[in-house]
């Protein structure tokens, strides 16, 4: 196996190869457009089947959709009401797999209560809907990892989630799902698959796919969005997983075939933790969608709306009615209300809803319930759909249909694969104790490293033994070391302040100030990784800030219109390219 870690050095080697691949003997097997859960995923899946492998994502790694989600890996309750038992158990064999096996340091259980406004038959009704979710995720070979649900009393219920208002409920059905750090399990996806053998490259947009004289897919175009390179690239697979930029990316092609992608936001806040008195999380029923109160590391996460987006996919923001419609509801079950000075964070998101059918000219299709898998044009695989908990079977579903009956003696095997962290977990955890002596770190800071790095947490004590500052928090965010900006740049390949601000730490919504003031001394840190000097330090602290007062103003907007104008008036940090054909 190659290293695990992903660096800026690590991205030029990639888009090394990524050049060298117009030569026949380096043409690549999978190029894999995408770097969100489902394009990391993919990446996987491909480089361990033996696969010469390469992801590309425009962005930063899961800057989009894969790192605004809910945060939940879960079976999918609501589906139980539309009897789909088969969606369901695969959902819940992909949590406990993710729990049990693949990334346990991640994945963490989670107990949530369903509240019930009637004694009997509404406690019979999710009581079964319930049990049956338990005995779908029985079903799955091997440990169980989560307990089973039971009944409580109104005074049970009180006592596991105080402030839920006195006449909210009449009792509860606790059960058990999972949470996750959505970005941070898709760096590590990404690591894991650069650990491999897959050539990794953020920041790096397609801008045109390239045809043979069959007018096959053999390749793209891409732009490397830090130097204005263009590369050209050539790979015996492509496989489009670009979420709500799926019906972009296969217009590349030049095909009338394709799947059809609607876009819906949801929007999350974020309050702290003991705003709340609860040791549970609520699973609410409301007229448009289910509201979920997801305690979160140090904070609570109340989430969320469903309306339709039809602007540019890549800046959502919350406005200032998605931010009333979720507090209102929230509010109508808590016993002290909450109110805006309580937000600490907003976050929007855009997920991807498959459209009924495929366009016309579409030659092909594998169809489940969450997610499709298609070919427009020969050599173009497309994948769109789908959630965060079943992003393997995605992966696995986008690999087979690309690479068709090579898949019988090429079989997925990413169910046996542990993602970095996962291995040496347990020597690791029990090696903490002394790491947290050594270096005055509290129980709490250490179960906030194990949980974030897992096995990894002896990198950050080898980067803490060569650079004792390194061990000190943050000064205006002492949740997180000083090495956890350093980790990011020198193992988890971040290349600009936003990346370690936004999605290697969650910053941008953690703190009130939202990471502002920690803007510069997260600077001092990584400026001599990526060979800044003062002005560099000075232009990325004041592109956060004003990315930052940006979103605020959006927050402020009465609708999507509106909240998006005073998005898009900071520019990215690197500008993506006009797509063309």
């Not at 092909?364 to 070919?375: D, I, L, N, P, Q």
């Not at 959630?387 to 579903?397: E, N, P, V």
């Not at 962290?421 to 790491?435: C, S, Y």
């Not at 969650?506 to 840190?525: H, N």
Request: aromatic share 6%; glycine share 8%.
């Amino acid at each position: 196996m190659a290293s695990t870690r992903l660096t800026a050095d690590a991205r030029t080697q990639a888009l090394a190869a990524l050049e060298a691949s117009v030569s026949p003997s380096a043409e690549l097997d999978v190029l894999v457009i995408g770097g969100g859960v489902t394009g990391a995923g993919i990446a996987l899946d491909a480089v361990t089947r033996g696969l010469s492998t390469a992801v590309v994502e425009a962005q930063d790694w899961a800057q989009g959709t894969s790192s605004r989600s809910s945060k939940l890996v879960h079976g999918g309750l609501r589906y139980l009401q539309m009897l789909d038992f088969e969606l369901v158990h695969e959902a819940l064999t992909e949590r406990d797999l993710l729990l049990r096996d693949l990334a346990p340091h991640l994945v963490r259980p989670v107990p949530f209560l369903y509240p019930l406004e009637h004694r009997v038959w509404e406690r019979a009704y999710v009581g079964a809907g319930i049990l049956m979710y338990d005995v779908l995720a029985t079903l799955t070979p091997g440990r169980r990892p989560m307990p089973f649900h039971r009944h409580l009393s109104k005074n049970q219920m009180e006592a596991k989630f105080p402030d839920l208002a006195h006449d909210a409920a009449v009792g509860a059905v606790q059960y058990w799902d999972a949470s996750v750090d959505d970005a941070r399990l898709v760096a590590t996806l990404i690591r894991t698959a650069a650990s491999y053998g897959a050539h990794a490259a953020s920041r790096t947009q397609v801008v045109s796919l390239t045809q043979g004289a069959t007018g096959a897919v053999n390749g793209a175009v891409v732009v490397d969005l830090e130097t204005g390179k263009e590369i050209t690239v050539r790979a015996r697979s492509v496989i489009n997983a670009t979420g709500v930029w799926t019906e972009e990316t296969e217009a590349l092609a030049g095909s009338e075939g394709g799947l059809r992608v609607l876009a819906s936001k949801g929007v999350h806040i974020v309050v702290p933790r003991e705003r709340i008195r609860g040791n549970a999380g609520l699973i609410l029923q409301t007229e448009k969608s289910v509201l979920f109160v997801i305690p979160w590391s140090r904070y609570w996460i109340i989430g969320t709306t469903d309306t339709p987006w039809s602007l540019d996919p890549t800046h959502p923001v919350a406005t200032s009615a998605d931010i009333d419609y979720v507090l209102d509801h929230a509010n109508a079950v808590l016993a002290h209300p909450l109110t805006r000075e309580d937000i600490i964070g907003t976050y929007a998101g855009l997920r991807p809803l498959l459209q009924p059918g495929t366009k016309a000219g579409t030659s092909s299709a594998k169809v489940s319930r969450e997610h499709t898998v298609a070919s427009p044009t020969p050599g173009l695989t497309v994948i769109a759909g789908g959630k965060l908990t079943t992003y393997r079977i995605m992966a696995k579903d986008a690999v087979d249909f690309a690479i068709g009956q090579r898949s019988a003696a090429l079989p997925s095997i990413t169910h046996q694969i542990p993602l970095t962290g996962a291995v040496g977990l347990r020597a690791v955890q029990r090696q903490a104790r002394t790491w947290g002596k050594r270096f005055g770190w509290t129980p709490p800071l250490l179960d906030h490293l194990l949980h974030r790095y897992g096995a990894n947490l002896a990198e950050i004590v080898e980067l803490c033994d060569a650079d004792p500052t390194l061990a000190a928090p943050l000064e205006h965010a002492p949740a997180y070391l000083r090495a956890e900006a350093h980790y990011a740049v020198s193992h988890e390949g971040a290349l600009h302040l936003e990346d370690v601000l936004a999605h290697r730490t969650r910053l941008v919504y953690e703190i009130v100030d939202r990471g502002t003031e920690a803007a510069a001394e997260v600077a001092s840190v990584v400026a001599p990784l990526l060979g800044w000097d003062a002005s560099d330090e000075e232009r990325e602290v004041r592109a956060w800030q004003a990315r930052i007062e940006a979103e605020r103003h959006a927050e402020e907007s009465p609708d999507d219109e509106a909240a998006e104008q005073a998005r898009l008036a900071t520019p990215d940090v690197a500008a993506m390219q006009p797509l063309r054909n």
